[in-house]
């Protein structure tokens, strides 16, 4: 990912009522200092997603706390020199999820929630884009270490799945092992596996695509476990880990199996 460096600078807060004039003395009057009450706004970072580049501004102070990743792009969190960062590989939808938990800190969740139920509202298609928006959101906290973010993204990402009664599409299982990194992915790749065979061995045969039937799915998955070695092994270790355990799969339902609490661009 290349940052781009700007030359323009952020515009400086002025009193517009900076300069007066005495009418005598044609003498002008210091500029009054800022109320306590209303504190200069703290310096904004420009991030460009996707590659169209999507502009948008975050709160540098907090952005740079997140992650070395953007403290060692953006520096010194209370200058205002003007730096853009440009992630071409980035979604916009996710990225601004991620905006949204910097600005909300703990008020995030409560967002996020209100956020999946007006899509779910809304229909499929909308679920179906905030889905794919959460999973990416996943992987990018998983990327940069936001182990926190990862936890609640996994949690939404459940909850999303109860909601609208899906089972796990094979489109995900083909993003997770063809496009996406192995460390970044695990959570999400072994969560999926569990799906997976909670469907193959008696769960419900539920669809996350209205014109897939719910018996041509689990053709889909064993096609995808001759054709991908990785997700045949995960699923291989998921299956003997469940044997040794002595768990019944078919009431191990990974969809109430909440952590700590292609897809469109």
Request: aromatic residues 10%.
């Given at each position: ?13 002025k009193d517009s009522h900076s300069r007066l004039t005495a ?25 460009l997603i996707g590659p169209k580049q999507q502009r948008f ?27 853009s960062l440009w992630l071409p590989r980035e979604s916009s ?173």
């Amino acid at each position: 990912m290349v940052p781009l460096f700007s030359p323009s600078g952020f515009g400086r807060f002025k009193d517009s009522h900076s300069r007066l004039t005495a009418s005598a003395s044609q003498k002008s009057v210091p500029s009054p200092m800022p109320s306590p009450s209303q504190p200069s706004p703290e310096p904004m970072a420009t991030v460009l997603i996707g590659p169209k580049q999507q502009r948008f501004k975050v709160n540098k102070r907090l952005l740079c706390a997140t992650s070395p990743f953007f403290a060692d792009r953006f520096g010194d969190p209370s200058s205002s020199k003007s730096i853009s960062l440009w992630l071409p590989r980035e979604s916009s939808s996710m990225f601004g999820l991620f905006v949204d938990w910097v600005h909300l800190g703990l008020r995030f969740r409560p967002h996020l929630d209100e956020m999946i139920s007006n899509a779910y509202d809304a229909g499929l298609e909308a679920s179906q884009n905030i889905h794919w928006s959460l999973i990416r959101l996943h992987l990018f906290a998983s990327r940069l270490g936001l182990y926190r973010l990862q936890d609640l993204a996994m949690d939404s990402i459940q909850d999303l799945y109860l909601r609208c009664d899906w089972d796990v599409p094979s489109g995900l299982i083909t993003f997770l092992y063809t496009e996406c990194e192995d460390l970044a992915a695990i959570r999400l790749r072994r969560w999926a596996v569990a799906m997976v065979a909670f469907s193959f061995t008696g769960g419900p045969r539920l669809t996350f695509h209205p014109q897939q039937s719910a018996t041509s799915e689990p053709t889909r998955f064993s096609d995808l476990l001759e054709e991908l070695p990785e997700f045949a092994s995960d699923y291989d270790i998921h299956m003997e880990k469940m044997r040794l355990s002595g768990l019944d799969i078919r009431f191990k339902n990974p969809h109430a199996a909440h952590s700590s609490q292609p897809p469109p661009q």
